[in-house]
């Protein structure tokens, strides 16, 4: 990079600090229709690929306030991308908009989405000064499915320099950790008959899952760290004086890297098939979604995007047990792909957390509110940081 003058140093400061005050101002002066927004959401929780509603509003405020919004992008009905700017350099902040079956929005994505749209919206009017181009990307299904791979799939991260996003979580922690995760839908088949009269001419699936979800408990001691697997059985027949002839299960694979899921899928797959010898069943082992990567955290978005949290004085409140895994997410596969940024901001709930129904309380409560407006601000400020400097994000080889 070319060596500046002292002059030019000092116009760069004195328009990053103009910038700066500007993205701030901007958050402040939005603050009531995000968080009308995010309540909004919050009051209409819409499921993975359904989130017709929710993406329409993000993308009502975003236009409205001076993005060109494509909706229905990339062939996917309730993504959107609201972009600024055709030249420069290109960031794009991503709001999910998903919620859980019974819980609604116990992952807090209205506080996601809010805070990325206001994000963009603070960007806005420095963006052009700055020669770059900001999308606000509407990433639909995050919690099942993986909007973000179709995404990236259709080519919505093509050409695209930087990816951010913030997530809430009991604690803060801007560089967290997120795991590879494949999802299995498991089926086991046997043969039905009467329990009493013939049992020896029934085959019990429901017993081939059984024994396949104990074999994987066994499993579990000698499962490397992060390695995980969860299961629920999802179907167990339909009455007990009828051998049930069909049963089935759902599966989560998790492990830090994609080696670790790899090898992960040949035992649990082992376990399964064991338990359809043992008890005479055949199993039927179908991958469902996309797998998620693991999240990469670039270094120097991470410490910017802390910088930042201290900068408008939210000093960080880290889980006093040390960095935690918080789960996982599509994010993971945009952040294989271009420096990335998923920071997990506190709603600060301990001891609830996320997925239950306490911690959506926190998600549309005062924490919550706070988190959201805290986001958009660190978000523009880390993306200015980029902006200004775009070494921030290179990495050692
Ligand atoms: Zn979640
Ligand atoms: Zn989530």
């Known amino acids: 990079m070319a060596r500046r003058s002292p002059c030019q140093e000092v116009s760069t400061l004195a328009r990053m600090t103009d910038h700066g005050a500007l993205v701030l101002h901007r958050v402040d002066e939005l603050a009531p229709r995000l968080l009308e927004l995010s309540h909004a959401l919050f009051a209409d929780p819409e499921l993975a690929y359904q989130e017709v509603r929710s993406a329409a509003r993000c993308a009502d405020l975003l236009e409205d306030g001076g ?20 030249s420069g350099r290109h960031v794009v902040i991503c709001a999910e908009y998903d919620a859980l079956p019974g819980v609604g929005h116990a992952c807090g994505h209205n506080v996601i989405a809010a805070s990325a749209v206001g994000a963009g919206l603070a960007l806005l009017p420095v963006a052009a000064d700055a020669g770059v181009r900001v999308t606000v990307l509407g990433t639909p299904a995050e919690e099942a499915g993986g909007g973000k791979v179709d995404l990236i799939l259709a080519g919505a991260f093509d050409g695209v320099d930087v990816a951010m996003m913030m997530h809430p979580t009991p604690y803060d922690e801007p560089g967290s ?14 043969k039905a008959s009467h329990a009493s009269a013939e049992p020896q001419l029934g085959r019990n699936a429901l017993d081939g899952i059984v024994a396949g979800y104990t ?39 998790r492990a830090a890297d994609l080696a670790g899921l790899d090898d992960l899928r040949a035992r649990i797959r082992a376990c399964l098939e064991g338990a359809a010898t043992a008890t005479g069943t055949t199993v039927e082992i179908t991958p469902v979604g996309h797998v998620y990567e693991p999240v990469r955290q670039n270094p120097g978005l991470v410490a910017a995007f802390a910088r930042a949290c201290e900068s408008i004085g939210r ?18 596969n945009v952040s294989q792909l271009v420096p990335a940024l998923h920071a997990d901001l506190a709603v600060h709930s301990w001891p609830a957390v996320n997925h239950q129904p306490e911690f959506a309380a926190h998600c549309v409560g005062p924490h919550g509110d706070r988190t959201l407006l805290d986001g958009a601000k660190a978000m523009a400020l880390t993306a200015l940081a980029y902006i200004e400097n775009p070494q921030l994000v290179a990495e050692p080889d």
């Not at 919004?69 to 700017?85: D, I, M, N, Q």
């Not at 950790?177 to 046997?190: D, K, Q, R, Y």
């Not at 629920?232 to 049963?247: F, K, L, S, Y």
């Open 177 to 190: 950790v997120g795991l590879a995760i494949e999802e299995w839908s498991v089926v086991a088949h046997g």
């Open 315 to 332: 000093p960080l409140t880290l889980d006093p047990k040390g960095p935690q895994i918080s789960g996982s997410t599509d994010f993971g």
């Open 215 to 253: 074999a994987i408990a066994m499993l579990r001691q000698h499962l490397a760290p992060w390695q995980q697997v969860h299961g629920v059985i999802t179907h167990g027949g339909d009455a007990p004086n009828v051998v049930p002839e069909r049963a089935a299960a759902a599966y989560y694979l």
């Open 67 to 86: 993005f060109d919004v494509e909706r229905e992008a990339y062939g996917l009905p309730t993504a959107f991308a609201a972009r600024s700017g055709d």
